[in-house]
């Protein structure tokens, strides 16, 4: 079981990244994706999540209506659309997997079995 993320860099305040989660061995569709993402010195924290199959999706309060999550199928890709990014989205994001239906349970990352690598954001001037 293989996550690679993408897309990660460094941008300005107010500008737009859009992250890949690829996997090469088993298809995101049958799945449940999570981002997540960990800043120096602070806890890993859950951004986003798309459930399998009907691809119901959730964020963290702090980046509602900034971030969207989508998922394509014919790519077996998930994205993360980040828009008007702020200083404080400065991270490491990753991407995770679970086959559990954990729904609203799925900012803990204990639930998730295998993850990426990560990819840096960074927010800055």
């Known amino acids: 079981v293989q996550l690679v993320e993408s897309g990660g860099g460094l941008v300005q305040p107010g500008g737009s990244l859009r992250l890949s989660c690829v996997a090469s061995?088993?298809?995101?569709?049958?799945?449940?994706i999570g981002w997540f993402r960990q800043a120096p010195g602070k806890e890993r924290e859950g951004v986003s999540y798309i459930s399998s199959s009907a691809g119901r999706t959730y964020y963290a309060d702090s980046v509602k209506g900034r971030f969207t999550i989508s998922r394509d199928n014919v790519k077996n890709t998930v994205h993360l659309q980040m828009n008007s990014l702020k200083p404080e989205d400065t991270a490491v994001y990753y991407c995770?997997?679970?086959?559990?239906?954990?729904?609203?349970?799925?900012?803990?990352?204990?639930?998730?079995?295998?993850w990426g690598q990560g990819t840096q954001v960074t927010v800055s001037l």
């Open positions: 061995t088993f298809s995101l569709y049958s799945n449940n």
């Open positions: 995770a997997k679970t086959s559990r239906m954990i729904g609203s349970s799925w900012s803990s990352a204990s639930w998730y079995d295998y």
